[in-house]
């Protein structure tokens, strides 16, 4: 079902290389499980490729296979929290996987295991799976969130956190809404 490769000279084109691979809420249990699809990515020297959709569950702890748990080691589910979304591969058997943790460079990953980071999620306040969509490699939200709302903004400037991961260059595309006391402006 998965396959992989072995590269002895990689293009320099090769390095990042990610295709496919898409992640979404599974849809029996959207709250706590995510399926990845099929597709191909670079992993340290190696082009791994999964070939049908496979589902880990966030509330879990990792372990090896499908509708298994993902948290790595270490990790804990907790609110309003990002977890990073890895494809992974064990140098030893070969073997194809994905994993979550809190860090963008899969630092909790399992002994034995390269991984390769290919989309992150966020929980709510309960800890659950915040919906949404991937469309190639933008994220877009099922019900956007009211990053500053109510908020006071003065006439100069302000700063304001937006919802995507702290730990990432991300391309953010906001909607806002100014009012004042007798016109809205957008």
């Known amino acids: 079902i998965m396959k992989i490769g072995r590269i ?29 699809g099929p597709g191909v990515a670079w992993c340290n020297d190696r082009l791994i490729e999964n070939t049908s959709t496979r589902t880990k569950i966030l509330s879990g702890t990792w372990a090896a296979g499908n509708n298994n748990g993902g948290r790595f080691s270490g990790v804990s589910l907790s609110a309003d929290t990002w977890y990073h979304c890895f494809i992974m591969h064990e140098t030893a058997t070969g073997a194809i996987d994905f994993g979550f943790d809190t860090s963008v460079t899969g630092a909790s990953k399992p002994s034995g295991w390269d991984v390769r ?70």
């Open 8 to 36: 002895e000279s990689p293009s320099t084109k090769l390095i990042g290389y990610i295709d496919g691979l898409t992640v979404a809420n599974n849809a029996a249990n959207p709250n706590t499980d995510v399926d990845f």
């Open 117 to 186: 980071l290919i989309w992150s999620i966020k929980t709510n306040g309960s800890s659950q799976i915040v919906p949404f969509v991937q469309r190639g490699d933008r994220c877009i939200w099922k019900t956007p969130p009211l990053d500053a709302y109510s908020t006071f903004v003065t006439t100069t400037s302000s700063l304001i956190t937006v919802s995507s991961p702290a730990d990432l260059n991300c391309d953010v595309v906001c909607a806002f809404t100014f009012l004042s006391a007798s016109t809205t402006y957008m």
